[in-house]
Nanobody
């Protein structure tokens, strides 16, 4: 069983930065960050593959968002820079029971555990 708790959401102006944190209880080889706006499908933002030791990013956030694991904490942070209005939404952390994320890291239905989400609002 894996439990996930997101934090760090808030309101920021376009061009600003925000760091989200996903506190993880348990262990998973694949932890992802997703976002969703009302009326739209949940979108994969980034994922950490603990088995391969690599990170993956969605095309819309490459170069602006960065995943990191704070030392001494069982959490996964998402540093978001140069935020744009379209980056707003509810951000969720998720984990799945697999050996490796693979190319399927963006598939929402593959994830077994989800957090409650944290809201990000970007004003232009």
């Amino acid at each position: 069983q894996v439990q996930l708790v997101e934090s760090g959401g808030g309101s920021v102006e376009a061009g600003g930065s925000l760091t989200l944190s996903c506190e993880v209880s348990g262990y998973s080889n694949c932890i992802g960050w997703f976002r969703q706006v009302p009326g739209m499908e949940r979108e994969g933002v980034a994922a950490l593959d603990n088995y391969l030791g690599r990170t993956m990013y969605g095309d819309s956030v490459k170069g602006r968002f960065t995943l990191s694991k704070p030392p001494g904490k069982n959490s996964l942070d998402l540093q978001m820079n140069s935020l744009q209005a379209e980056d707003g939404g509810m951000y969720y952390c998720a984990a799945k029971r697999v050996r490796s994320c693979g190319d399927r890291w963006v598939r929402v239905n593959d994830y077994d555990f989800w957090g409650q989400g944290t809201q990000v609002t970007v004003s232009s």
